[in-house]
């Protein structure tokens, strides 16, 4: 049941990249997904957050030679960059924003190895308003 919620979800999500929203270009980062953490991440993200842009970078390679990775048990999906463009973020500050993801995928940074992740949050209409400008 599980496997094919996932499976259901990327479904939906790579569907993202042919609908175009408010002249926000729905889409899936250009990076692969490959790994059971940012598999979780995404699912997480798209079916709680329903953003209309996602992208997700696994920067974690470019960490793998600092000294508090090389004993970490996950060396492979520890540091990601996120941007999340997301109507639920309305009237949110950027703090409130930032817990909010922080929430949910409290998870993985405290069980599965997830160390950092950088975060742009925005709204449609601050998209929208920086392309206008």
């Not at 599980?2 to 609908?19: A, E, G, H, M, P």
């Not at 980062?29 to 209309?52: A, Q, Y």
């Not at 540091?79 to 817990?99: A, L, N, Q, W, Y």
Request: proline letters at 3%; one cysteine or more; aromatic letters at 6%.
């Amino acid at each position: 049941m599980y496997k094919s919620s996932i499976n259901t979800v990327f479904k939906q999500y790579r569907s993202l990249n042919r609908v175009m929203s408010t002249s926000i270009k729905r889409q899936i980062c250009p990076s692969e997904v490959d790994g059971p953490i940012e598999r979780v991440m995404i699912t997480k993200i798209v079916e709680n957050l329903k953003p209309s842009l996602l992208k997700v970078y696994n920067d974690s390679a470019k960490h793998s030679h600092h000294a508090g990775v090389k004993d970490a048990v996950n060396k492979t999906e520890s540091h990601f960059t996120m941007e999340i463009v997301s109507d639920e973020f309305i009237g949110k500050s950027m703090p409130s924003r930032h817990r909010i993801v922080y929430q949910l995928l409290d998870d993985e940074f405290k069980n599965k190895g997830l160390h950092a992740l950088t975060m742009k949050t925005k709204t449609a209409e601050e998209i929208n308003r920086q392309a206008n400008k």
